[in-house]
Structures are given as C-alpha cells and as structure tokens.
C-alpha cells in the first residue's frame, strides 16, 4: 500500500466524535469482565515481561550501591567523591543503549518475542563479564553489553504490551511494566546491604554478588518469553490474520470470538498496518517514515520530547548518585547510605504502582504536567536546604533535604515511571512504532549519558546549584507539555491515529476524551 494512501485515508474522516463512538459505546454497553479468565492469563503474561524492566532499575541502583562500597572503590582504584571514571563507568550504560537503539527495527523483521528473548540473553551473557571482571576496561566493556541486550529486551517489553494490551486498561497493565523498574532497585539495593553487611571482611564478594543476581530476572523471561503468542498488530502485519483474531479474543473479551470488540479492532488494525511492507537491512538507515507527513513529525516531537523529560528531569542524579548526594548534606556512614538507598527504591515502587492506575483514571496529560510541577517544587527545597547545609552547617536543613529527595523520588515515580516506556508507544502509529522506540532509546541514552557522566562533576564543582539547574529546567517541561502534550488515555492506538490527523492534536485529544466520557457514561444510564 502506498504510504500516501494510507495518510489520506485517516484525513478523510470527518468527525471525530463518530470515530470514538463505536468503541466507547461498546464500552458502555458489553464491557469485558476484567476478572475474566483471558484477562487472568493476560496478567499472568504481563508479570512475566514485567521482569524486563527490572534490569534498568538493578543496574541504576547496584552501581549507586555499590560505588559506596569501601571494597569496590579500592578494587577499581575510583574516588569516593566521584571523578571522570566514575562517569564513564555510569555513563557506558547509556552509550551501550543508544547503540542497541540502532537494532529495534528488528522487532518488526522477527516478531516482539524473540527480540525480547535475544536481549534477555545478551544481558545474561553481560552479566558474566562484569562479575568476572579484574580490570576497569573490562567492566566497563561487560556494562556495555549488558546495557546493549537490555535496551533491546526493554524496548520491545513495553512495545507487545501497549499492542497487546486493552485500550482500557493499556496504562494500567503496560504502565505497571515500569514500576517493576522499582523491583529491581529494591532486589539490588537490599542485595547490597546484605552482602557488604555479612560479608564485607571477605575481599570482594560484597560487590560481586550483586553483580551475578544481575542474571536472575533476564534468566527467567529466557526461559519462557518463547511460550507467549506474538503482538496481534506484528502478526496482522505478517498477514497471520486468524491468529490475530484469537489472541484478541482471548486476552481482550475473555475467549469470545463474536464480541463486536474483537471485530472493531481486527478492522482499526487492518486499516492501519501495511502488510505489503517486509523489514530488512536498508531498513536501519529508512527514517522516513518518521517524518513523512506532519502527523508523523507531531508524533516524532512528543516521542522525543517525553523520551529525554524522562531521564533529564533530576531524576537520574538521584538514582545514580543518591550516595554522593548524601555526602554533600553531611551522611557518611556506608550502611546509612546503603539503608537510605534501600528505602528510595522502595518509596518509587510504591509511588509508581499508584501512578500506573492513577495514569488510567486521572488521564496523561494531567498526572504528567502535576508531577512536573511537584518535582520543581521539591528540588526546589532541596537546593535550598543544601546550601543551609554547605553554607552554614544547618543540621536541620539537611534532614528537611533528605525528606524532600524522597519527596522528588515518590512524585517522578508516580508520574514519570509507569509513562516512561508506554507515552512514547502510544504516540506513533503502527508503521512508526519500532522505529518510534528505537528513537525513544536513542533519546533517552543520550540524555542519560549528558546525566550520568556530567552529574559527579557537576556535583562537586558546583553542588547545590545543579539542583538549582533543574528547577529552572523542569518548569520549562511543564509548560512545553501544557501546550503540546496529546491525551492518549482510553483511546485504541488507531483512534490516536485520527487525532494526530487533526490540525491541532494536543486540543483534538482533549475534545475526544470529553466527547468518550460523555458517550460512555449516557451508554451506562441507558442499561
């Protein structure tokens, strides 16, 4: 199909209000049973791939963890402050996902599965190489596969599950995918504290442990990703049809093939997917179909836009640095550094577990541009109460810090982390999508890397007013989001497909949802 047909076939509806009705008012009138039997298999299947997400959130934190480690700094010969290396260190993670950026287009060659089990593996294969690793260059080479294959896995996780899940329910289950981020920083971070704990006398053992639990959580997505069915837009797109059909009857109406949802998406899905279109090679260097229309390059803006918010907001200096950040307000002791680690993780997991919900009754654009606004507000207060500490020795001023570092954690993670992987999907159509997240990736490795190899220089040259730097940057995310951020929440990914067709999508978005809620709640009153 030519790829200007398709764009003038969406510019071709005249109403928005009539695209969304159909599904909103089946919706209103045979909803599914969310505890039916699909759907328990559908969550079953999701917990599964939620333990890709996990391997971001162990490394983010075991490396915090473990650069507090007497044994570790030693064995590397790293400061304690952080330097240069220590940057490098950090930062390869995100260089190595930039790279393994370039390969997401493969996910629409193979299927999502296999790039989720070839990834998983990669991590695995990483994970040896840093635990056996007896010099800098080498760990730094294992941190680079690692973060290679984990890009991989955990790009295409988040991609099966926003084609895979319900529209209704699509930032609760895909948006719980993120919050296992938190998982892994509470499994690291404990893992850590235990180690150097009971076996700190025992040469190095108290870091290298860590490192090989490293392995647990790609090891078991392994073994099973191969056993799940595939995306039913990828399949549809490979011209597998049938299969297509019952996996949406299965996972969406709970095993019945004649629902009228089952129908309406196979159609939404058919009118979308070009399944003329076979990936290869050449593919790799084709971009156009990210800016072939002004759809598309509306789509591309928010993709990169959401993408770098997400790792340069404050958020990955905390993560990464929380030890270093300690030192600054007067908190030396290694086991206080390591339990404070512990309970960041836990209070982000907590906070972002009511965001994957909240994200689906609340609405994007709104838990969005609030947690924003929170986030100033609390680095705010941070950078204030460091300077009373740095500036006159106020032991007051560094618990109120400490409390809002906290604060900052539990308001990103309800926010930001469930919508990390899921906004920058749902923004791009189908033909877009991998390549839409390999742009994702790219987008955030960079800003990542600028964080993490800047962030210890930054830290001890000019401490408290890098704080200050991301007030100032933050509140400039909140307003770019007001004016330009769509509302997705509620919508199949194909009624997305209209609104971005609209001369302004950002107001469109905003109409729809209205006219979605009045559609479903008039369909509630009338059974």
Same mark, same amino acid.
């Given at each position: 199909?030519?790829?200007?047909?398709?764009?003038?076939?969406?510019?071709?509806?005249?109403n928005?209000?009539?695209?969304?009705?159909?599904?909103?008012?089946i919706?209103a009138?045979?909803?599914?049973?969310? %505890? +039916?039997?699909?759907?328990?298999?559908?969550?079953?299947?999701?917990?599964?791939?939620?333990?890709? *997400?996990?391997?971001?959130?162990?490394?983010s934190?075991?490396?915090?963890?473990?650069?507090?480690?007497?044994n570790?700094? %030693?064995?590397?010969?790293?400061?304690?402050? !952080?330097?240069?290396?220590? !940057?490098?260190?950090?930062?390869?993670?995100?260089?190595?996902?930039?790279?393994?950026a370039l390969f997401i287009?493969?996910?629409d060659?193979?299927?999502?599965?296999?790039?989720?089990?070839?990834?998983?593996l990669?991590?695995?294969?990483?994970?040896?190489v840093?635990?056996?690793?007896?010099?800098?260059?080498?760990?730094?080479a294992?941190?680079?596969? =690692?973060?290679?294959?984990?890009?991989?896995?955990?790009?295409?996780?988040?991609?099966?599950?926003?084609?895979?899940?319900?529209?209704?329910?699509? !930032? @609760?289950?895909?948006?719980?995918?993120?919050?296992?981020?938190?998982?892994?920083s509470v499994?690291?971070?404990s893992?850590?504290?235990a180690?150097?704990?009971?076996?700190?006398?025992?040469?190095?053992?108290?870091?290298?442990?860590?490192?090989? =639990?490293?392995?647990?959580?790609?090891?078991?997505?392994?073994?099973v990703?191969? $056993?799940?069915?595939?995306?039913p %837009?990828?399949?549809? *797109?490979?011209?597998?049809?049938?299969?297509a059909?019952a996996i949406?009857?299965?996972?969406h #109406?709970?095993?019945?093939?004649?629902?009228?949802?089952?129908?309406?998406?196979?159609?939404?899905i058919?009118a #979308?997917v070009?399944?003329?279109?076979?990936?290869?090679?050449?593919?790799?260097?084709?971009?156009?179909?990210?800016?072939?229309?002004?759809?598309?390059?509306? %789509?591309?803006m928010?993709?990169?836009?959401?993408?770098?918010?997400?790792?340069?907001?404050?958020?990955?200096?905390?993560?990464?640095?929380?030890?270093?950040?300690?030192?600054g307000?007067?908190?030396?002791?290694?086991?206080?550094? =390591?339990?404070l680690?512990?309970?960041?993780?836990?209070?982000?997991?907590?906070?972002?577990?009511? !965001?994957?919900?909240?994200?689906?009754?609340?609405?994007r654009?709104?838990?969005?541009i609030?947690?924003?606004?929170g986030m100033?507000i609390?680095?705010?207060?941070?950078a204030?109460?460091?300077a009373?500490?740095?500036?006159?020795?106020?032991?007051?001023?560094? #618990?109120?810090?400490?409390?809002?570092?906290?604060?900052?954690?539990?308001?990103?993670?309800?926010g930001? #982390?469930?919508?990390?992987?899921?906004?920058p999907?749902?923004?791009?159509?189908n033909?877009?999508?991998?390549?839409?997240m390999?742009?994702?990736?790219?987008?955030?490795?960079a800003?990542g890397?600028?964080?993490?190899?800047? +962030?210890?220089?930054?830290?001890s040259?000019i401490?408290?007013?890098?704080?200050v730097?991301?007030?100032?940057?933050?509140?400039?995310e909140? @307003?770019?989001?007001?004016?330009? $951020?769509?509302e997705t929440?509620g919508?199949?990914?194909?009624? =997305?497909?209209?609104?971005?067709?609209?001369?302004?999508p950002?107001k469109?978005s905003?109409k729809?949802?209205?006219?979605?809620?009045?559609i479903?709640?008039a369909?509630?009153?009338e059974?």
């Open positions: 199909m030519d790829k200007t047909k398709e764009d003038s076939t969406l510019k071709e509806v005249e928005m209000e009539e695209v969304i009705e159909t599904y909103a008012t919706m009138t045979h909803k599914p049973n969310p %505890r +039916g039997p699909g759907y328990i298999k559908l969550y079953i299947l999701s917990a599964v791939v939620f333990l890709c *997400s996990t391997m971001n959130g162990f490394d934190s075991l490396m915090g963890s473990i650069n507090a480690l007497p570790y700094i %030693r064995y590397f010969g790293l400061p304690e402050n !952080g330097n240069a290396s220590t !940057g490098i260190v950090f930062a390869i993670f995100q260089v190595g996902q930039m790279c393994g287009w493969m996910a060659w193979y299927g999502r599965t296999w790039h989720i089990f070839f990834g998983c990669g991590v695995c294969i990483g994970t040896i840093t635990a056996f690793a007896s010099n800098l260059p080498t760990f730094i294992g941190r680079f596969i =690692l973060s290679f294959f984990a890009t991989c896995a955990h790009t295409a996780a988040p991609l099966y599950l926003v084609e895979l899940a319900p529209p209704a329910y699509r !930032g @609760t289950i895909a948006g719980m995918y993120n919050t296992f981020y938190n998982v892994g499994f690291s971070t893992a850590v504290y180690c150097h704990k009971y076996l700190a006398d025992q040469g190095n053992l108290d870091w290298r442990i860590p490192l090989w =639990l490293q392995i647990v959580c790609p090891g078991l997505v392994c073994l990703i191969k $056993f799940y069915p595939e995306s %837009r990828w399949l549809i *797109s490979k011209d597998r049809h049938d299969e059909k949406i009857a299965t996972y #109406t709970n095993g019945d093939p004649d629902h009228p949802l089952v129908a309406l998406q196979i159609g939404e058919l #979308t070009d399944v003329n279109h076979q990936a290869s090679w050449k593919d790799l260097f084709d971009l156009r179909v990210l800016v072939e229309s002004r759809s598309s390059r509306y %789509r591309l928010l993709n990169i836009a959401f993408s770098w918010f997400g790792q340069f907001s404050g958020n990955n200096i905390v993560s990464y640095y929380l030890p270093i950040m300690l030192n307000i007067g908190i030396t002791d290694t086991n206080m550094k =390591l339990i680690n512990i309970v960041y993780a836990v209070v982000g997991w907590v906070a972002s577990i009511f !965001g994957s919900r909240l994200h689906d009754v609340v609405g654009r709104k838990m969005l609030t947690s924003t606004a100033a609390c680095l705010s207060i941070v204030a109460c460091s009373g500490y740095t500036e006159y020795g106020n032991t007051t001023a560094s #618990t109120v810090s400490i409390v809002f570092i906290f604060l900052f954690g539990a308001t990103f993670a309800c930001y #982390t469930p919508m990390q992987p899921i906004y999907a749902e923004v791009v159509s033909k877009m999508r991998a390549k839409g390999g742009t994702f990736k790219l987008t955030a490795g800003a890397f600028l964080n993490t190899f800047v +962030g210890p220089i930054a830290l040259s401490g408290y007013w890098f704080y730097f991301f007030v100032f940057w933050d509140t400039f909140m @307003t770019f989001m007001y004016f330009f $951020f769509v929440k919508f199949t990914l194909e009624e =997305l497909d209209v609104i971005f067709e609209a001369k302004n950002r469109a905003v729809a949802a209205k006219a979605r809620k009045r479903i709640v369909g509630r009153s059974v």
